[in-house]
Nanobody, 122 residues
Framework: VQLQESGGGLVQAGGSLRLSCVAS????????MAWFRQAPGKEREFVGG????????TYADSVKGRFTISRESAENTMYLQMNSLKDEDTAIYYC????????????????WGQGTQVTVSS
């Protein structure tokens, strides 16, 4: 499977942004998918994940209540709706796919996208 993110950009603190990830490949719909992020000088960290059928999601504590992951199976597209953005949300956001649930560790990821930059300004 190949993953391609889009939707990153510059946003003011308190604002919103929506990221998209398109998965290509015949078996793309079978994968568990997730978002990770990496801020400068920090380790890549889990943001949230969604099961292959889209029926279950899980989130990092730092984004619960602010971020929402959804999935459009017909288009093999996953979304990350980010609201109430904070300075500390500034990072490169990566789309990820794997077969393990919950996919909350980098070790469980078998495929990565190239990443999209999100910058939150105060």
């Amino acid at each position: 499977v190949q993953l391609q993110e889009s939707g990153g950009g510059l946003v003011q603190a308190g604002g919103s942004l929506r990221l998209s990830c398109v998965a290509s490949g015949r078996t793309a719909s079978r994968y568990v998918m997730a978002w990770f992020r990496q801020a400068p000088g920090k380790e890549r960290e889990f943001v949230g994940g969604i099961m292959s059928g889209g029926g279950m999601t899980t989130y990092a504590d730092s984004v619960k209540g602010r971020f929402t992951i959804s999935r459009e199976s017909a288009e093999n597209t996953m979304y990350l709706q980010m609201n109430s953005l904070k300075d500390e949300d500034t990072a490169i956001y990566y789309c990820a796919a794997g077969s393990r649930w919950p996919i909350d560790d980098k070790e469980f990821v078998t495929c990565w996208g190239q990443g999209t930059q999100v910058t939150v300004s105060s």
